[in-house]
């Protein structure tokens, strides 16, 4: 079965923004600036990339 994967690459720094964006960019994985991570495209993924979209890119990846 194959499933969609999402990837997500930080360009925007975390310094100074609202700390729970902060803990979400860590719980993505994402931790400098350019750090590019892999995750599958579910719902929480997307909620959790939907509050820090203004730190982020997204581009969709079909496994």
């Given at each position: 079965?194959?499933?969609?994967?999402?990837?997500?690459?930080?360009?925007?720094?975390?310094?100074g923004?609202?700390?729970?964006?902060?803990?979400?960019?860590?719980?993505?994985?994402?931790?400098?600036?350019?750090?590019?991570?892999?995750?599958?495209?579910?719902?929480?993924?997307?909620?959790?990339?939907?509050?820090?979209?203004?730190l982020?890119?997204?581009?969709?990846?079909?496994?």
């Amino acid at each position: 079965m194959e499933s969609n994967q999402i990837r997500i690459k930080l360009v925007k720094s975390a310094f100074g923004r609202v700390p729970k964006h902060c803990k979400t960019l860590n719980a993505l994985g994402l931790r400098r600036i350019d750090d590019v991570v892999v995750k599958n495209d579910t719902a929480s993924i997307r909620g959790m990339i939907n509050k820090v979209v203004y730190l982020v890119e997204v581009e969709n990846e079909v496994k």
